[in-house]
């Protein structure tokens, strides 16, 4: 078990679909993390949020929606994706951006497959 | 030339080999480095990370890492068919700790 928590852990929709990922960590981290991973390749960073502030965007679709309540919760939201954003999300957590000696720590992540 | 790069797999050892992991980076500003293991399915799983020149041992894990020759390795002492899995080597450049993988190596532990 980790200490990011994913939820869903699988997830099936359809193109037309808006549904959301949900990360959690209570590590009093204070930066979180989206990565995708496609079967038999390394992850690939989405967004990174420091103190709740949106720092990096890979430049991703905009399709692909981030969203950070607090500091423990980080949210995508997901709106008219196409069949290749079929993948692993991986949710990651460090203490800080700013100490590069910090490593990530991610949750279990959640499967997503659009019809 | 990648930015990281790790050796092309499978590697397979027998069980109680010691399994040698390589990988390579091409920053010399690069600061830190990590291994991570996914095994099939699941999440990367934080193994070692290192930041300073010389060996690192936690267990049967030692990291290694020499920066004048842009190399960190991971060596598994008395391997067993529990750490056949994907190994990813991570470097982080600095700013806003964004990790730069490798492809990873699939080791497979013989019994």
């Known amino acids: 078990d980790t200490e990011v928590t994913q939820t869903p852990k699988h997830l099936v929709m359809g193109m037309t679909n808006k549904k959301s990922l949900k990360c959690e960590q209570h590590?009093?981290?204070?930066?979180m993390y989206w990565y995708k991973q496609k079967a038999k390749k390394p992850p690939e960073l989405m967004f990174v949020y420091s103190y709740e502030k949106l720092s990096i965007n890979e430049s991703v679709p905009s399709r692909f929606s981030p969203e950070c309540p607090n500091s423990s919760l980080l949210n995508l939201h997901l709106h008219a994706l196409q069949p290749e954003d079929s993948a692993l999300y991986l949710c990651?957590?460090?203490?800080?951006?700013?100490?590069?000696?910090?490593?990530?720590?991610f949750g279990d992540g959640t499967r997503l497959s659009i019809l | 030339q990648k930015e990281v790069e790790q050796n092309s797999g499978p590697l397979s050892v027998p069980e109680g080999a010691i399994a040698s992991l390589n990988c390579t980076y091409s920053?010399?500003?690069?600061?830190?480095f990590f291994w991570y293991r996914q095994y099939s399915g699941k999440s990367p799983e934080l193994i070692m990370f290192?930041?300073?020149?010389g060996d690192k041992e936690d267990g049967r894990f030692t990291a290694q890492l020499n920066k004048a020759s842009q190399y960190v390795s991971l060596l598994i002492r008395d391997s067993q068919p529990s750490d056949s899995a994907t190994y990813l080597c991570?470097?982080?450049?600095?700013?806003?700790?964004?990790?730069?993988f490798g492809k990873g190596i699939t080791l497979s532990v013989r019994p």
């Open positions: 290192i930041y300073s020149n």
């Open positions: 991570a470097v982080n450049k600095g700013a806003n700790s964004k990790l730069t």
């Open positions: 990651a957590s460090s203490q800080e951006t700013q100490w590069s000696n910090q490593p990530q720590h």
């Open positions: 920053d010399r500003g690069s600061q830190s």
């Open positions: 590590m009093g981290h204070r930066a």
